[in-house]
């Protein structure tokens, strides 16, 4: 082992940029600001080298303002596909139409329930902002859907939603609204886990003949996974979407790029806390590719590394 790399101090001055400073984290060490330094390094080299990049994230940091940290990678076209949860639809579409709220970590979630507001760490979103405004509004949509296919994708789905939402005041806000204009495939695994399932599922009871098929998204996957000639992920959180992601490119002997944010510990043994190494053991990253964990809140990591990327590229 060579010890031949002083650790170098942050200058700060005035004008400097993101890119500038995340450049200065790999010199400096900080623990986990040189590993924001490396992903922003693996991130730029995915697109220089044309890999078919994955975006993975749970839903809930699209209630903040990281969603439009998002919309933009979307709408820039840095990413090639996106795996998330329903959750996501819920509030990228919610937020169209009403606002979401600041709220604390500290309030009473007893009376919060009373005068109908819901909590997501310290973002609220009151029932009217929610649940009811994406029944008045995805009812017509879903029928409208249902009036020209009866069967189609969770993909298919996002897009057709992107589609009827155009003509909207705030669509352009919107990830929903980016994807379908970009056509950036998004998959949602877990589709019924969420109000717009639930709108989903009450449009069934009365329309037998209106089928999501999950496995005609599988399928799409499939066809991405085997003709890409190298993958990487940026992996935000955990579950279903981070799985889903590095499941399918285990295929393929595993991803050629990875960068995983998250907060989660990986000694209770969960896929959330685990780190890229353990995937290595499955094959859903491969032995020799460039990876790199970020521990962090992804509403503070994720906007300084897009921001770093769009400054370099």
């Not at 979630?109 to 997501?120: C, M």
């Not at 998250?262 to 990876?291: C, F, H, Q, R, Y």
Request: proline residues 3%; hydrophobic residues 40%; contains cysteine.
């Amino acid at each position: 082992m060579q010890f031949n790399k002083p650790v170098v101090d942050i200058r700060l001055e005035k004008g400097i940029t993101v890119s500038e400073l995340l450049n200065q984290f790999s010199k400096a060490g900080g623990f986990t600001a040189r590993k924001l330094s490396e992903a922003l390094d693996i991130f730029e080299e995915m697109i220089k080298r044309n890999a078919t990049i994955f975006l993975s994230f749970p839903a809930a940091i699209i209630a903040t303002g990281t969603r439009g940290v998002i919309k933009e990678l979307a709408r820039r076209k840095l990413v090639d596909v996106i795996i998330t949860t329903c959750g996501t639809l819920d509030h990228d579409l919610a937020r169209i139409w009403k606002d979401y709220y600041h709220g604390s970590f500290a309030l009473d979630d007893a009376e919060l329930h009373k005068i109908g507001i819901n909590r997501i760490g310290n973002v609220l979103a009151p029932n009217e902002s929610y649940g009811l405004v994406l029944e008045e509004k995805l009812l017509p949509i879903i029928e409208d859907i249902y009036g020209c296919r009866k069967k189609l994708s969770t993909r298919e789905l996002v897009w057709e939603i992107g589609k009827r939402i155009e003509g909207e005041e705030n669509a352009e806000s919107s990830i929903v609204y980016w994807c379908y204009k970009n056509k950036i495939p998004v998959f949602i695994p877990g589709i019924t886990d969420g109000a717009v399932g639930s709108q989903l599922w009450i449009f069934y009871q009365q329309h037998r003949d209106f089928i999501i098929d999950v496995l005609a998204d599988e399928s799409e996957l499939s066809d991405i996974v085997f003709e890409s000639k190298l993958t990487g992920a940026l992996i935000v959180g955990g579950g279903i979407s981070k799985h889903h992601t590095i499941w399918w490119n285990q295929f393929r002997g595993g991803l050629d790029y990875a960068i995983y944010i998250t907060t989660a510990v990986e000694w209770d043994g969960s896929l959330s806390g685990a780190k890229p190494n353990e995937a290595i053991s499955w094959g859903k990253i491969k032995e020799k590719a460039k990876k790199v964990s970020v521990e962090g809140d992804a509403t503070i990591i994720l906007p300084l590394l897009v921001c770093g990327l769009i400054d370099r590229i």
